[in-house]
């Protein structure tokens, strides 16, 4: 694990938290260990392995013992814990790369989505891009990320990209008069 996916969680784990409104000084514990974490020059996971102080800046004994626990097993009790409360589609999604908690709510609420095959169903043929904040780029990796089967495509339909068009005369026709 880097230095850079320890901090990623820790971000999340402090998003995940103040959703739930918890204590405001916790929240920011979070995210002042990660930003500290990405500031630091050696790796954690090294310094964890060694059994050495972390070298980290204002960590308490809990938080410190959650950042070892990631560093060395590649998973924390209370991230887990966190995310085990989460509907199944926002779980799915917490696990690709680049999405934090917020994006995965508002994902799954806007396909809604409440389990992880649904979620992959709805996404592969109604298309992410039309949630707020996924261009083509996000979406491809997404979808990537989830492990999505793409659906075998009817003769009456069109892939471009992420997005699919009913009405192939149509759409074709309108595509070849532009181009």
């Not at 500290?36 to 954690?44: D, E, K, P, T, W």
């Not at 013992?65 to 924390?76: D, M, N, S, V, Y």
């Not at 995310?83 to 779980?91: M, R, S, V």
Request: proline share 5%; glycine share 8%; charged share 25%.
């Amino acid at each position: 694990m880097t230095n850079r996916e320890i901090a990623a969680i820790l971000f999340n784990i402090s998003t995940m938290l103040a959703e739930q409104r918890s204590n405001p000084y916790r929240i920011r514990a979070y995210r002042r260990a990660a930003r500290n974490i990405l500031r630091a020059g050696h790796s954690v996971v090294e310094r964890a392995v060694a059994g050495m102080p972390l070298g980290i800046p204002f960590l308490g004994k809990r938080l410190t013992a959650k950042i070892t626990q990631l560093a060395t097993e590649g998973r924390c009790d209370f991230y887990d814990e966190l995310c085990g409360n989460l509907p199944a589609a926002e779980q799915a999604l917490l696990k690709v790369p680049g999405i934090g908690p917020r994006l995965a709510s508002r994902v799954a609420k806007d396909l809604a989505a409440q389990q992880a095959d649904e979620l992959v169903r709805r996404a592969a043929s109604a298309g992410l891009q039309q949630v707020w904040g996924i261009g083509p780029k996000r979406a491809a990796a997404i979808l990537e990320g989830i492990g999505a089967q793409q659906p075998e495509t009817p003769s009456a339909t069109v892939r471009d990209g992420n997005v699919i068009y009913r009405q192939e005369s149509f759409w074709n026709g309108e595509r070849k008069k532009a181009a």
